[in-house]
């Protein structure tokens, strides 16, 4: 029972959230707060329509590109942080200072400076994932044992050699946690970036339909939102098993706020 139980507890907690949201609804009485049943039969005409599909595509395009910069940018950083001193007290600074801040308060600024096109969304994008990239390499390299570096070293492995062969293996499962949580952050400032930079994208569409009061729309888009999510963690958590089939699983979902 518990083994059948386990595949089926997203199913019924979905579920569950959506009845709660129907119940929510008519009880309410809102116009602005439409049902969950509305909500969904707006779904179909959203996907079905071609300029919606190219919107929502031009968001994953951003997002893709935003996410895939960041990995190769935070990941050696973090590395190098994690095994060098110097490397640590110079970049950690930096760091503290730029965490804080949501990164779609960065929006207006970038904007000023680049845009409201792609490079802005993007960039957004990119220094959203990157902190807990770097910050999960940068805690992964550091764990790494003395003794596998020394041994390293006296098989005549140079110091980048020792960082590529060693150092990521070992720090690859808390690396991978970055990555999700990353990904996490990439769906959401990329929604809040086309919301505020607005000329395409699903958050583009999500607005709009806000403000030509199009309730079902706008509900309907956060399903499809969240259903993105759902599908982009689902593939990553089968690439990152294949990755680290030697590591323990992991069933926590790591959690951040931007």
Not at 107 to 130: A, N
Not at 210 to 228: E, H, R, S
């Amino acid at each position: 029972m518990k083994g059948l139980l386990k595949p089926l507890a997203p199913v019924l907690a979905c579920c569950g959230l959506l009845l709660a949201w129907q119940l929510a609804s008519l009880g309410l009485k809102n116009d602005s707060f439409p049902t969950a049943l509305e909500s969904l039969r707006a779904v179909p005409p959203i996907l079905s329509d071609k300029d919606a599909l190219i919107n929502i595509l031009a968001s994953l395009r951003r997002m893709a590109i935003g996410f895939a910069l960041a990995l190769a940018f935070s990941i050696p950083l973090g590395l190098l942080m994690g095994r060098s001193r110097s490397t640590a007290a110079f970049c950690n600074p930096l760091l503290m200072l730029i965490y804080p801040v949501p990164k779609a308060a960065l929006m207006p600024i970038i904007m000023l400076w680049l845009g409201v096109g792609d490079i802005s969304k993007t960039l957004v994008i990119f220094l959203g994932v990157s902190l807990p990239v770097i910050y999960h390499s940068f805690e992964g390299a550091k764990a790494v044992e003395e003794k596998m570096l020394w041994s390293g070293a006296a098989m005549g492995l140079s110091a980048g050699e020792r960082l590529l062969r060693i150092v990521l293996p070992a720090a690859l499962p808390e690396i991978l946690t970055g990555c999700r949580t990353g990904l996490v952050l990439a769906l959401i400032t990329m929604v809040t970036s086309e919301m505020i930079a607005r000329q395409s994208g699903a958050g583009n569409i999500l607005f709009n339909a806000l403000d030509m009061g199009q309730y079902d729309t706008v509900f309907a888009m956060i399903i499809i939102i969240g259903a993105m999510g759902i599908c982009l963690d689902a593939v990553f958590e089968v690439i990152r098993g294949w990755l680290v089939r030697w590591s323990e699983p992991q069933f926590d979902m790591p959690l951040s706020f931007s």
